[in-house]
């Protein structure tokens, strides 16, 4: 994908975060957590939090969203840093995910 492509898909992306927040009713304090994972790890995620969003692509499109999301996040609410799911993220992932990890199923 192009730049702008990836730059418009973010701001999709944040859009998207941003209604879901909304109709979730998110408090001032919550926020999304960001993730890349594999399919197994998104299933797993999807079976522990409520609501969850995902976005499918290529492993080097998937990072520059990562960045430019994760960036997007902080700047939306710098009250709420958003935590480090290094451990989590798969090497080779299939797609980024967002969840609240105080909102379990």
Known sequence: ???STVRFQARMYMF???????????KGHEGWNLCLASSEQ?????????PTMSA???PEDLIQLYRLVS???IKANPKVIPTDH???MS???????AF?????R
């Not at 998104?42 to 409520?50: F, I, P, S």
């Not at 609240?100 to 379990?104: K, S």
């Open 16 to 26: 998207d975060l941003d209604n879901c927040a909304q109709e979730y009713w998110f």
């Open 71 to 73: 960036t997007g996040l």
């Open 1 to 3: 994908m192009t730049e």
């Open 100 to 104: 609240n990890q105080n909102r379990l």
């Open 56 to 58: 499918k692509g290529l």
């Open 42 to 50: 998104k299933a797993e995620l999807e079976r522990r939090y409520h």
């Open 86 to 88: 290094s451990e989590q």
């Open 91 to 97: 090497p080779a992932p299939e797609f980024l995910i």
